[in-house]
């Protein structure tokens, strides 16, 4: 079962950008899609961005045109680049693997606070 620590969360100003980091304990060459997730307090995990072995990418509405998700699989990497950020982007984030979600295993998650 592959491990996942995300780091790279902090606190920010409206406007703001953060880049996010999850480094796994295997190779992601196996993992087809990764996903990261946010959780902000009172509400459920919601899925953000996700990025396939092959580079394709999709982003919910709430993130489109802000955020960007890569992945650098010789460094066993995924990446959120976190730009123009908003209050309401205060949220727990983690990544996973999109497809079996971890069997239902999730890291530490990084806190990202957004706020004036």
């Known amino acids: 079962q592959v491990q996942l620590v995300e780091s790279g969360g902090g606190l920010v100003q409206p406007g703001g950008s953060l880049r996010l980091s999850c480094a796994a304990s295997e190779r992601i060459f196996s993992i087809y899609v990764m996903g990261w997730y946010r959780q902000a307090p009172g509400k459920q995990r919601e899925l953000v961005a996700t990025?396939?072995?092959?580079?394709?990418?999709n982003y919910a509405d709430s993130v489109k045109g802000r955020f960007t998700i890569s992945r650098d699989n010789a460094k066993n990497t995924v990446y959120l680049h976190m730009n123009s950020l908003k209050s309401e982007d205060t949220a727990v984030y983690y990544c996973?693997?999109?497809?079996?979600?971890?069997?239902?295993?999730w890291g530490q998650g990084t806190q990202v606070t957004v706020s004036s």
């Open positions: 996973n693997n999109v497809e079996d979600e971890g069997h239902g295993y």
């Open positions: 990025i396939s072995i092959g580079g394709r990418t």
